[in-house]
């Protein structure tokens, strides 16, 4: 019993070592940032990363004590390096797609004491987009929410001159998991005689290229003559 009770503790001890995000967010075609912390100094003579799948842990990159960084082959296109340290490292998954969804796993391999473990999840995510028309046949609503830890920056913009935004206003709401659904809205006013493009412009601390995400919003007389 006092042999359980004890291993029990450890593992509880072994896992609040690790500080690392549960679940990192993103969409298709920007680049994610997984990090992992060691809380306590700790001997450490090498930080791996790992891909775990429902059948394998493949290792996809390594830092030494010794030897610095190396992406192990296969994969050298897909991951970087963006902190490297023995007690702190991070690495990039560039151009996510949805093949790069799912767990990924650091090691920091320590003497003597062992490797002790942190787990985080990549979690591909779209924006949601709807647009819906107002009781005036020369307005619609726009709204465009996105989740994204941090808070991601929701913008909108239209291509089409003679239309134009008002009425804006953004609602930032902080979910569970510790991220935020931003959603923005605002009022579409002016002559639209042709199909317009409305562009959402998504943005985050954590992201370097912006996601342009397009809705066609067609006509009002349009609507009307598919209606009849």
């Known amino acids: 019993t006092l042999r359980l009770l004890f291993s029990s503790l450890w593992c509880h001890f072994v896992v609040i070592l690790i500080q690392t995000q549960q679940t990192v967010l993103a969409a298709v075609g920007e680049d994610a940032e997984v990090s992992c912390q060691l809380l306590e100094t700790k001997d450490v003579l090498q930080v791996t990363w790992q891909k775990i799948s429902p059948d394998a ?5 390594t830092y030494n004590k010794y030897f610095g960084q190396r992406v192990n082959d296969g994969f050298t296109e897909k991951f ?4 490297t340290g023995l007690q702190n490292c991070s690495i990039v998954i560039r151009n996510v797609t949805e093949q790069d969804e799912g767990c990924y796993r ?8 062992g490797a002790f473990t942190g787990r985080t999840c990549l979690q591909l995510h779209e924006p949601v987009v709807d647009v819906r028309e107002s009781n ?3 307005e619609w609503v726009v709204s465009c929410s996105a989740t ?3 808070a991601p920056t929701v913008t909108l913009s239209v291509s089409q001159q003679d239309l134009s935004f008002s009425q804006y206003n953004t609602v930032s709401v902080s979910n569970t998991n510790a991220t935020f659904t931003v959603t923005t809205t605002a009022v579409l006013s002016g002559s639209r005689k042709h199909s317009t493009q409305v562009g959402f412009i998504l943005s985050s601390v954590l992201l370097v290229a912006f996601i342009s995400v397009a809705a066609l919003i067609f006509a009002h007389h349009r609507t009307k003559s598919h209606n009849r």
Do not use: H, I, M
């Not at 842990?57 to 990159?61: F, L, R």
């Not at 970087?80 to 902190?83: C, I, M, R, T």
């Open 57 to 61: 842990e493949t290792n996809v990159a």
């Open 80 to 83: 970087g390096f963006k902190y």
């Open 106 to 113: 650091c090691l920091f391999n320590t003497y003597p004491e």
């Open 136 to 138: 005036s046949t020369e």
């Open 148 to 150: 994204g830890r941090p």
